[in-house]
């Protein structure tokens, strides 16, 4: 058995979801590293652990919930939607409404989060049910119109929907995360204040994190499990060919209502942490851009894997960030340096409002994009180049490597 | 006294009409749907590509025509003396053909690699697409709006107007029962012209070839016709297209200061005029464009209720798109898709 890796001899291990060794090694070594990343123990990585990297990582933790969900969507039953940033409004807003303070200036019923996560979840899935048998009946890219369609309705009754969204101008604030049993006063634990768990010393960051991260870990167990079970078989023979799956006593509505459902649960609870770590959102937070970025996730990604899904959204969520940072960078080296590397520069960033550049960090000054404009370039950009070159997306990179290695030295 | 009194009586006559104007808007807004939806119907038909970027497209032809028109002023510049309309209609016809070749480099560059691969998968190709046109489009708008120099201004025909039946260009105090904006009358006689231009064009030898390689690519290829030739036809028909549509958009009804940053968003609503019609029929984008125009403009009108709050009218579109569906799956005009095993 320790020289053949990949001998199965029972179905279960075959099935297994770390079912070779280099798999079980590298989540590990992946996992352990996460867990270390607050306490700035890693070499190289240790800035990972301050507080704005942090909430970075969390804010990745979150989005990986929601693009599972687009994931189960598109990736395993096939099923193209634009409307996954609606799905996740109402479960920002459920959250709200069950969550917040009964006091404050909107709608509240002041509900521990025990009940208003789950809650955002499961009305987000019976509104994604409910929408389902118009989803069922259109078929292809028609489909990508009618969830094209839930988002801009969806944008009109989150902008006048005033007692329980806020209103478009203005937004609403969201529940903290932290666990109370009840109503009680001081919550059982929360995440807003640093303290000590277990006698470790942690920021309030680190904390929020190591929830975020936890509830994503669960998703993602459950969103691997799905894969292998009966459910998830036919949501993918659907996606392959929907009329030969119904020959194979697949019922294609019923399971194309479940994938709605289990899509717009994931979706709901991405957007009820999203909001409540945010703290306030309005409502154009919920719009069409917000579905692209997760189709662009799971495309870049790779479409139908889970750790396609966890790459791919780490790329897209951190690209802002490393482009800001790249770009403060080379203004830096404009300004001090004198040497080659600083004229080239000086051509792709604008230091002055006199300055020509292509990035031009000074607001509403003369041509150039902002900081912000070049990300949204660099997205459909990446879109497409991945599309064209790449359409297995990160994962698919991964698979050449690995069997470039696992070949080696023969391999051609 | 007794003429001022017959004055006020005869005004008093006059009733501005509600209906008359939900009409005028209807047209208004029916030509820009159906010119935005015509452009995008070509382009699938003909290349089986989902233009997402239709919407971006408008915005960037509509800058572009703000650019010659009044911001470098070309060729108005070289031609002092001459008719003011002579100038602007040489300015838009100039960013025409500009975004008809932008329109056809941006199928050369990102689409002909996917030929053949998945319709679902060209069709986020051109959402990135979007992405990229309409953000750069409106890093050069800026937060500004940017005139289009069209010489109808803020003019408009009155008909039944205080001073007798008056057909005329009626100024802005004057009570009348309709005004006619000059830009409505120009964009109905554009959309029947270009129209009737799609349908010659059908007919011609491009056209028939068009027409076969929508119908079956390898067979037309077959026949000697150059496919590639035709896609950057129809891409370029449909960059144009879209610049219309984004001028009209950009005109006084809508927008009379010009193209702002929120054009590009204005056309995603020609979507459901182009859905209900059918994606790849001509006739249901024409239909479609003017059904959701008047559903529209009539929701506005008369669904003023304070519950809809603000905004209803924008989303009256999508409604209409979702019932339709609903009854059927393939739009109005649209071919059924035989399900094969």
């Keep these: 058995m320790r020289g053949r890796p990949l001998l199965y001899t029972r179905y279960e291990a075959d099935q297994a979801i770390l079912n070779t060794v280099t798999k079980k090694v590298m989540v590990l070594i992946f996992l352990s590293a996460l867990l270390l990343i607050p306490f700035q123990v890693l070499p190289g990585l240790d800035f990972l652990g301050e507080n704005d990297w942090l909430r970075l990582l969390s804010t990745v933790a979150i989005f990986i919930i929601g693009a599972l969900g687009l994931n189960i969507l598109l990736g395993l039953a096939g099923q193209v939607s634009l409307g996954h940033a609606f799905f996740m409004g109402v479960g920002a807003y459920v959250a709200a409404v069950l969550g917040s303070d009964p006091e404050g200036l909107r709608l509240g019923f002041g509900l521990p989060m025990w009940i208003w996560l789950p809650a955002a979840g499961v009305v987000a899935a019976g509104i994604g049910v409910a929408f389902g048998p118009a989803a069922v009946r259109v078929r292809g890219l028609y489909l990508a119109f009618v969830t094209l369609g839930l988002v801009f309705v969806g944008d009109y009754v989150f902008r006048n929907l005033i007692s329980v969204t806020g209103g478009a101008e203005v937004g609403r604030t969201f529940p903290p995360l932290e666990f109370r049993l009840w109503k009680e006063d001081t919550p059982l634990i929360d995440f807003a204040s640093d303290g000590a768990w277990f006698g470790i010393e942690l920021t309030s960051e680190a904390k929020t994190f190591y929830f975020v991260l936890a509830v994503a870990i669960l998703f993602m167990l459950l969103a691997k499990n799905l894969q292998r079970t009966r459910v998830g078989r036919a949501f993918q023979a659907i996606r392959d060919r929907d009329i030969a799956a119904e020959i194979m006593g697949v019922d294609e509505v019923s399971f194309k209502l479940r994938a709605f459902g289990i899509s717009s649960f994931y979706a709901g609870v991405s957007g009820a942490l999203l909001a409540s770590f945010v703290g306030t959102v309005i409502p154009a937070r919920w719009d069409l851009f917000l579905s692209i970025q997760f189709i662009a996730i799971v495309l870049i990604g790779g479409a139908g894997t889970v750790a396609g899904v966890v790459l791919g959204t780490a790329f897209v969520t951190l690209l802002p960030r490393l482009v800001q940072d790249a770009t403060l960078w080379m203004e830096d080296v404009v300004e001090t340096g004198d040497n080659l590397l600083a004229t080239l520069l000086d051509l792709v960033v604008a230091t002055e409002s006199t300055d020509f550049g292509l990035i031009n960090t000074l607001p509403g000054v003369g041509p150039g994009l902002s900081v912000f404009q070049l990300n949204q370039v660099i997205y459909g950009l990446l879109i497409i180049l991945f599309l064209i070159f790449e359409p297995l997306g990160l994962f698919g990179i991964w698979i050449r490597i690995r069997n470039y290695w696992k070949g080696w030295p023969f391999t051609y | ?341």
Excluded at chain 2, 71 to 79: E, K, L, Q, S, T
Excluded at chain 2, 124 to 147: C, E, H, K, M, Y
Aim: aromatic letters at 12%; charged letters at 10%; hydrophobic letters at 55%.
């Design chain 2, 1 to 341: 006294m007794t003429s001022g009194l017959l004055i006020l009586a005869q005004e008093s006559t006059v009733v501005p009409s509600e209906f008359g104007r939900m009409v005028v808007n209807g047209i208004s807004l029916g030509a820009i749907y159906a010119i935005l939806a015509l452009g995008f119907v070509i382009i699938f038909k003909a290349t089986q590509v989902l233009n997402f970027a239709h919407g971006a497209l408008s915005a960037m032809g509509a800058f572009l025509i703000a650019s010659f028109a009044t911001i470098i002023n070309v060729p108005g510049r070289w031609m002092e003396g001459s008719p003011v309309w002579l100038q602007w209609v040489l300015s838009v016809v100039f960013a025409l053909v500009l975004a008809a070749l932008i329109g056809m480099a941006l199928e050369r560059m990102f689409l002909r690699p996917m030929i053949g691969e998945a319709l679902f998968a060209v069709a986020i190709v051109t959402l990135g697409i979007d992405i990229i046109v309409r953000t750069i489009t409106n890093d050069f708008i800026g937060q500004t709006s940017r005139p289009m120099g069209d010489p109808f201004g803020l003019k408009t025909v009155g008909l039944g107007c205080a001073n007798g039946g008056f057909i005329g260009e009626a100024d802005l105090v004057e009570l009348c029962t309709v005004r006619i904006p000059w830009t409505t009358v120009f964009q109905m006689i554009l959309t029947i012209a270009l129209v009737a231009g799609v349908a010659m064009f059908f007919r011609s030898r491009t056209g028939i070839a068009m027409r076969a390689t929508a119908w079956d690519q390898e067979v037309a290829r077959a026949q000697g016709i150059s496919v590639g030739r035709i896609f950057a036809t129809a891409w370029a028909i449909g960059a144009v297209m879209a610049a219309i549509g984004g001028l009209f958009i950009s005109m006084f009804p809508r927008r009379p200061g010009g193209v702002d940053t929120f054009t590009a968003f204005f056309a995603f609503r020609a979507f459901p005029a182009i859905i209900l019609g059918g994606l790849d029929s001509i006739l249901g984008a024409i239909v479609g464009g003017f059904a959701i125009g008047f559903a529209e403009s009539a929701a506005s009108t008369y669904l003023t209720f304070g519950f809809l709050g603000t905004g209803f009218g924008g989303v009256v579109p999508y409604i209409v798109m979702l019932l339709v569906l609903l009854i059927r799956p393939y739009g109005l005009f649209g071919t059924e898709e035989i399900r094969r095993v």
